[in-house]
């Protein structure tokens, strides 16, 4: 389920036949300019995630080819779906990426609590009636196997860094008119780690996490809403040397149903009868959560009228009990009359008095008491 259906190539704005260092260097600059942190325009993230997509898709030779050769359609068969990013500040981002610091000095950040990811699953309405559970896939950040997570390829000596004497900060001194003043700050040649990685691990380019594929079992509760999100404590991003995972916030979409419309925990349906069923009164299965269910209407079925299901609706979420189910009368009025149905209604009219439609005490007043 693709976010956007634009050009990933014109996304980026990079030519077709842009090298991976091209695709890179204008993803870089792009989710620069467009993080919502960032950027003051009210679209900024949506082009935000169409660019993180854009480039998930054209950084990996596997699914640029793909798309390639069939677009977008060609990335939904063969099964693509974009991992919906939401990794909270660009830092972050270009850490899962790439494996390095954006902003080219790392702080304290770097043990930071790793970030979080955004997923979505689309659910029936009838799974959302008894709960369900879901494998959701997911792009993880892990630590990396290979260096353990420091970043250092294993074997290899890390050195102390000379620019700061292996501290991690610098002091400065800045002059003014009522002073000097002395500020600490984070040494850019180590990012503040106080060592210089001659070699950083080949598995995960020295960044110490590495993507991985996940697929996680979600618990879908019953009585769920649309939009609800669920979330996933600690299944997120790796932390940085060490730190704490993030999370995974699952957001639920409930598909419309083609015949039940929900609402709060009551569901609602329609039914169409005839003309000479509604007067003569009949039976008919309705639609409900729990299958088709047989109702009988009397004769005498006015359009609007309303039969109550008791607690045929949806659960209640984390509570007890089910809505009601309510299901609205449509009188379908023939249209298309040979002359020999023309004529017997003819007749009847003729027949029919005041009386006939006289309509029954209360009528009104069931109708209101349906609807509260
Ligand atoms: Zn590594
Ligand atoms: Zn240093």
């Not at 997911?138 to 290899?156: H, I, K, L, S």
């Not at 002395?182 to 950083?200: F, M, N």
């Not at 609402?263 to 007067?279: K, P, Q």
């Amino acid at each position: 389920m693709a976010t956007t259906g634009r050009d990933y190539y014109e996304i980026l704005g990079v030519h077709r036949s842009a090298g991976e260092a091209e695709i890179k260097k204008a993803f870089r600059q792009l989710a620069r300019e467009l993080h919502p942190d960032v950027s003051e325009a009210l679209d900024a993230d949506e082009r935000f995630k169409e660019v993180v997509e854009a480039y998930e898709v054209l950084s990996k030779s596997e699914t640029r080819q793909l798309y390639d050769r069939f677009g977008h359609a060609g990335l939904r068969s063969g099964g693509f779906r974009p991992t919906a990013v939401d990794f909270g500040s660009l830092a972050d981002i270009f850490s899962a990426f790439f494996g390095d610091d954006v902003f080219g000095v790392a702080t304290g950040a770097r043990r930071a609590r790793g970030a979080d990811i955004a997923a979505e699953v689309e659910i029936e309405l009838e799974e959302a009636a008894t709960g369900i559970t879901r494998a959701v896939p997911v792009q993880v950040a892990t630590r990396c196997a290979a260096c353990g997570g420091d970043g250092v390829e294993p074997g290899t000596a890390v050195s102390t860094c000379e620019d700061c004497g292996g501290t991690g900060h610098l002091q400065r001194v800045t002059r003014t008119g009522f002073g000097d003043f002395l500020r600490s700050q984070a040494c850019p040649r180590c990012s503040g780690t106080g060592q210089i990685v001659e070699h950083p691990c080949k598995a995960c380019s020295g960044a110490g996490r590495v993507l991985e594929e996940r697929s996680l079992d979600v618990e879908i509760p019953p009585g769920i809403h649309d939009g609800q999100r669920i979330r996933l404590s600690g299944e997120g991003h790796a932390g940085a040397l060490g730190g704490q995972s993030g999370d995974v916030y699952v957001l639920v979409h409930i598909r419309p149903h083609e015949r039940l419309v929900r609402e709060g925990d009551d569901v609602y349906s329609t039914i169409d009868l005839t003309m000479t069923e509604a007067a003569l009164g009949t039976k008919a299965k309705v639609p409900t959560l729990d299958g088709e269910l047989d109702l009988e209407f009397e004769p005498g079925t006015q359009p609007g009228a309303v039969q109550v299901l008791k607690g045929k609706g949806m659960p209640v979420l984390q509570g007890f009990g089910r809505g009601d189910h309510r299901v609205l009368v449509n009188v379908a009025v023939p249209r298309q009359l040979t002359d020999e149905q023309q004529g017997l209604l003819e007749q009847f009219a003729e027949t029919a008095s005041a009386e006939t439609y006289r309509p029954d005490e209360g009528f009104f007043e069931k109708l209101k008491s349906a609807f509260r």
